[in-house]
């Protein structure tokens, strides 16, 4: 069974510019979970999508954006990139949410961002 | 709102000695718990889950945890340690209808 896939790996974009990244669930899982690494604040949690449905949604600004499509594919919109928003975005899929021991969540490798 | 505490950002062992990477959490009703390890330029990947079924969870790689509620803690352990497990490791917590929250990580040198 394939893992999570997401593209692109690296991009590099400039401030002000906006950016889209994409997830590919594994098949099956309905819960997309995106979340933001840095060194400095570790992982934090933007969204959680199921079934096409915002179900959480973290402490970001609303540059952040996210939505799910019937295949559960996702993707993640940042708008007006700022020099903050340098990270690893982690996209985690699993079968019925966060929220669930019995549905643990499944990592891609990540989109590095660099914003220049 | 629960938390986790991780307890060193770094822990270096030599290889064969005993891992021991701390992990304290806070949460107002029983939490599910778990640890995660990182490997460079990868996402994140899970080596074990407690569930309340047992306080001594066994993981992947010979890693486990205890669960320790008097405590509140869920310390990870393996008892060789090896190069290969050199990477960053994460503890995370939620209860109930909430997402996983992580702790900072703590990364694990292995000498030889």
């Known amino acids: 069974k394939a893992g999570v896939t997401q593209t692109p790996r690296y991009l590099i974009k400039t401030r002000g510019q906006q950016v889209t990244l994409s ?28 079934s096409e449905t915002q179900r959480n949604k973290g402490n970001f600004p609303g540059r952040f954006s996210g939505r799910q499509f019937s295949n559960s594919r996702s993707e993640m919109n940042v708008s007006t990139l700022e020099l903050g928003d340098s990270a690893l975005y982690l996209c985690a899929s699993s079968l019925t949410g966060s929220g669930s021991y019995n549905s643990p969540l499944h990592f891609g490798n990540g989109t590095r961002l660099t914003v220049t | 709102a ?17 891992v021991l990477l701390r992990c304290n959490y806070s949460s107002s009703v ?8 990182q490997y460079p330029n990868q996402g994140l990947q899970l080596l074990l889950k407690y569930t309340s079924a047992a306080t001594l969870v066994k993981g992947i790689n010979g890693f486990e945890a205890e669960f320790k509620k008097s405590e509140t803690s869920f310390h990870l352990t393996k008892p060789s340690a090896h190069m290969s497990d050199a990477a960053e490791y994460f503890c995370a917590v939620f209860s109930g209808n909430t997402p996983l929250v992580f702790g900072k990580g703590t990364r694990l040198s292995v000498i030889a």
Do not use: D, K, N
């Open chain 2, 2 to 18: 629960q938390s986790v505490t991780q307890l060193g950002s770094h822990v270096s062992v030599s290889e064969g000695a005993l």
């Open chain 1, 23 to 50: 997830c590919s669930p594994i098949s099956g899982h309905r819960s997309v979970s995106w979340y933001q690494q840095t060194p400095g604040q570790g992982l934090q949690f933007l969204f959680e999508y199921f």
């Open chain 2, 30 to 37: 029983p939490p599910y718990l778990f640890w995660y390890v």
